[in-house]
């Protein structure tokens, strides 16, 4: 099987799944993730950076991304080595759209990170008042 994106090309002999995994999230390409997604693919592992699938699409603002790792198997608890969450990394953005699709799959809203800092925290100090009404 090879992936074209852009001018990128993958063989899934020569780069890993997950790296693939990355790439297509990464760079944005809806379509090439729908495609991967038809395989066997671990949606919870953690990369080489310590971080999971789903918190690099959170990290671009992908909201459809986001949409399709979650009812693909993306949990939206997990938590990376510092103890962020998928609820955590969009509140701290201020991806409202984000948060309220993360809310309406009934994540922890109550985690926090190593620095006992919660969704609700760093939605309150970044001053987006809007999650903060959805998240409190």
């Known amino acids: 099987m090879i992936f074209i994106l852009s001018n990128y090309e ?3 002999y020569n780069q890993s799944k997950v790296d693939l995994l990355i790439a297509l999230i ?5 379509e090439g993730l729908e495609n991967l997604l038809e395989e066997d693919i671990d949606l919870n592992i953690i990369d080489t950076n310590g971080t999971f699938p789903l918190f690099y699409a959170i ?4 909201t459809e991304m986001v949409e399709l790792l979650i009812e693909a198997g993306a949990e ?3 938590k990376d080595q510092e103890g962020w969450t998928p609820l955590i990394l969009s509140a701290s953005k201020g991806y409202l759209d984000l948060v309220e699709i993360l809310l309406e799959r009934g994540p922890d809203v ?4 190593e ?3 919660s969704a609700l925290i760093y939605a309150a100090g970044g001053g987006y008042t809007d999650i903060v009404a959805f998240t409190a």
């Not at 109550?110 to 990170?113: C, D, M, S």
């Open 76 to 78: 939206i608890d997990i």
């Open 110 to 113: 109550n985690a926090v990170n």
């Open 26 to 30: 990464t760079l944005g390409e809806l």
């Open 59 to 62: 990290y671009g603002g992908e």
């Open 115 to 117: 620095y006992l800092a």
């Open 10 to 12: 993958f063989r899934d």
